[in-house]
């Protein structure tokens, strides 16, 4: 089996550091600080279309500016990279010992997952991965599709695990299976919508899936 992880909210607990510098970055442009709530609506999305989203009245200079001022509040706060959640890395190296191959689709820049993955010593840990800035950004299915190409797999030989609307609807535009994770980003019952199946509230229990 393909597993599909998200990377923010799913595997890494990023979401108050992600909110932490959007806040960082519009008092730096003086552009108005919007909640935490606000943010948090837009984690997993891609960088240009997260602020589009959150900042529609923003002229295209400053919705830029704010995105590279993103990227450099975010960078020196990340020179420590977020933790796992807990028994995650544990749970992967369990599916990888059991065969199964390991992918991500995330929201982040090629650049920031590529970053992240070196500093935590896992540059080669997943067999793909796919970023929003080198394809099209969640909820369009089109890195799922690049994904299932680049293994030769079905959709229902992969299942994808994600934290918020985007990573179901996405995954529900492929006619991939879905596991919902209630403890990142958006509230599990906003996740039930899409049928996953299964709601994990611990890594671990996606285990179930190959027992």
Known sequence: MLFIFDWDGTLSDSTEKIITCMKRAA???QLP???????REIIGLGLPEAIAQIYPYASPHDRLSLGVEYG??????????SAF?????DTLRVLRNSGHQLS???GKSRRGLDRVLKKLQLSDFFDATRCADETVSKPDPKMLHELLHCFGCDASEAVMVGDT????????AADIPRVAVSYGAHHIDRLRHYNPLLCIDQMPQILSLIE
């Open 165 to 172: 609307e985007y990573d179901m609807a996405m995954a529900h």
């Open 27 to 29: 008092v730096s442009l």
């Open 33 to 39: 600080v919007l909640a935490d709530a606000e943010i």
């Open 85 to 89: 959640y807990p028994q995650v890395l």
């Open 104 to 106: 991500v689709a995330t």
């Open 72 to 81: 450099r509040q975010f960078i020196a706060a990340d020179q420590q990279p």
